[in-house]
């Protein structure tokens, strides 16, 4: 597994770049946005771990463009804390997850592991709930003869909560199966997700709703 890691600190640069190629992963670094496009056009990379505040390019422009170019490896993006505005942008331009600096490294490598992890499994079934079809291989949500295209946490949620129909999913749950991690901070990242979600079910004027569960989860009702 190839990782591409873009980040303008030096020393967090070479220390991710360490951990990483202790657990056997190869590991290319880029000091500055304009280097980690280059690389990452350059390269078929399984993981970009993307830092926000970079010399010359930012990493939002730098993701903006890998999708635009329909470069869909899962990115990482790194914020510091102060940057929660840069946070929400990055999903909407199409990152898959984030870390708030600090992190731990174990952290790091659960991460990683979970990215690339689910790149590797495609099924080939296409969940259907109500009038909505999760349509695999191109990653979109279809209702009636309309469709829109869904970020990969997205999907994720959207498949787990259909397989869940009929039951409740809670936040632990989305955390554990989507992010591979227990962390309790990330339940706000599930909002932000199932806001995201309502969205598109709207524009595409699906019956389906997301129902909120207060305390517990989420549900899917709007199947007849
Ligand atoms: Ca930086």
């Not at 469709?147 to 787990?160: D, I, N, P, T």
């Not at 955390?175 to 309790?184: A, L, N, Q, R, Y």
């Not at 709207?202 to 007849?224: F, N, P």
Request: net charge negative; proline share 2%.
């Amino acid at each position: 597994m190839r990782i591409l890691v873009v980040e303008d600190e030096i020393g967090l640069a070479e220390a991710v770049g360490a951990i990483l190629r202790s657990e056997k992963y190869t590991v290319d670094i880029a000091n500055d946005g304009q280097a980690g496009l280059e690389y990452a056009l350059s390269e078929d990379y399984d993981c970009i771990i993307l830092d926000i505040m970079l010399p010359k390019m930012n990493g939002l422009d730098v993701l903006s463009c890998l999708r635009v170019k329909e470069i869909e490896t899962p990115v990482l993006l790194l914020t510091a804390r102060s940057e929660t505005d840069d946070k929400i942008k990055g999903l909407d331009c199409g990152a898959d997850d984030y870390m708030t600096k600090p992190f731990s490294m174990g952290e790091l490598l659960a991460r990683v592991r979970a990215m690339t992890r689910r790149r590797s499994i495609v099924p080939d079934i296409n969940p259907k709930y109500g009038d909505i079809t999760l349509e695999m291989k191109k990653g979109e949500m279809i209702c009636g003869g309309n469709s829109v295209a869904l970020g990969r946490k997205e999907f994720q949620m959207l498949e787990l909560l259909i397989s869940n129909a009929g039951q409740i999913t809670t936040k632990e749950q989305f955390v554990t199966k989507i992010w591979g991690s227990d962390d309790e901070s990330e339940y706000n990242n599930v909002e932000v997700y199932i806001s995201f979600l309502r969205k598109k079910l709207a524009m595409l004027h699906s019956d389906v709703q997301i129902k909120t569960r207060r305390g517990i989860g989420y549900c899917l009702e709007g199947a007849k």
